[in-house]
T-cell receptor
Framework: ETGVTQSPTHLIKTRGQQVTLRCSSQ?????VSWYQQALGQGPQFIFQ???????GRGNFPPRFSGLQFPNYSSELNVNALELDDSALYLC????????????FGPGTRLTVL | AQRVTQPEKLLSVFKGAPVELKCNYS??????LFWYVQYSRQRLQLLLR??SRESIKGFTADLNKGETSFHLKKPFAQEEDSAMYYC???????????FGKGTRLSVIA
């Protein structure tokens, strides 16, 4: 059984640029959730995808968008990067209808200069 | 809105001493409560959830609805318990987790 993987591991961008982060869910999982973890904070929910549709969204602006593909992998896109977007971005996958335990990936560390 | 509060940023205890990591939540309904742990250079992983009522690695946590608390306890701390601990809440169904800010536990030999 393959766990949740994320790419890239680290990324450095400048303000105003756009970034795409990728996540491969655990085998058999159909739901992907994205979280932002700023330094010294707990993970904060961005949005969730289930069967290729957005299935819930946290308090993040529209420049944060996502996709889920038929194989349940997912992308997080952030446009017009701001300095405050610097954070660890975590992807978690789960299987709807089970105990809904979320399994986390290792994260992508984004630095915006 | 749901909120999870972990009042301690850092907790240092000696090996063999009891540990209690505090977690309080605000939600009027019946949420599910979890403790997640992140060891050095490892990913965030589930430690335990209140509905399981189980002890994992010697840790237990009891949901106190009257005090809206879900404190994590271990009678005798071990060095390998040193990690970042996050308390989290979710509503029933396919809903997201709401995390506290975390407490770093440092067990001193």
């Amino acid at each position: 059984e393959t766990g949740v993987t994320q790419s890239p591991t680290h990324l450095i961008k400048t303000r105003g640029q756009q970034v795409t982060l990728r996540c491969s869910s655990q085998s058999g999982h159909n739901t992907v959730s994205w979280y932002q973890q700023a330094l010294g904070q707990g993970p904060q929910f961005i949005f969730q995808y289930y069967r290729e549709e957005e299935n819930g969204r946290g308090n993040f602006p529209p420049r944060f968008s996502g996709l889920q593909f038929p194989n349940y992998s997912s992308e997080l896109n952030v446009n017009a990067l701001e300095l405050d977007d610097s954070a660890l971005y975590l992807c978690a996958s789960s299987l709807t209808g089970s105990r809904n335990e979320q399994f986390f990936g290792p994260g992508t560390r984004l630095t915006v200069l | 809105a749901q909120r999870v509060t972990q009042p301690e940023k850092l907790l240092s205890v000696f090996k063999g001493a009891p540990v209690e990591l505090k977690c309080n939540y605000s939600y009027s309904g019946s949420p599910e409560l979890f403790w997640y742990v992140q060891y050095s250079r490892q990913r965030l992983q589930l430690l335990l959830r209140h509905i399981s009522r189980e002890s994992i690695k010697g840790f237990t946590a009891d949901l106190n609805k009257g005090e809206t608390s879900f404190h994590l306890k271990k009678p005798f701390a071990q060095e390998e318990d040193s990690a970042m601990y996050y308390c989290a809440l979710k509503l029933s169904g396919n809903t997201p987790l709401v995390f506290g800010k975390g407490t770093r536990l440092s067990v001193i030999a």
